[in-house]
């Protein structure tokens, strides 16, 4: 197994992982994937986060 950092492009993978196995009660609404995009791009671009 390999660990990496996420990548904006593992958003609909990570949507996934989340909702049916990390929380007990998923929202109901469609998720705003661009959104999560932007957030893991924002996250893989921050090194302060990774050092």
């Given at each position: 197994m390999v660990?990496?950092?996420?990548?904006?492009a593992d958003a609909y993978d990570l949507r996934i992982l989340y909702f049916e196995y990390l929380t007990s009660s998923p929202p109901k609404e469609e998720q705003d994937m661009d959104l999560w995009q932007r957030i893991l791009d924002k996250f893989e671009k921050d090194e302060k986060r990774f050092s």
């Open positions: 660990i990496r950092r996420a990548k904006s």
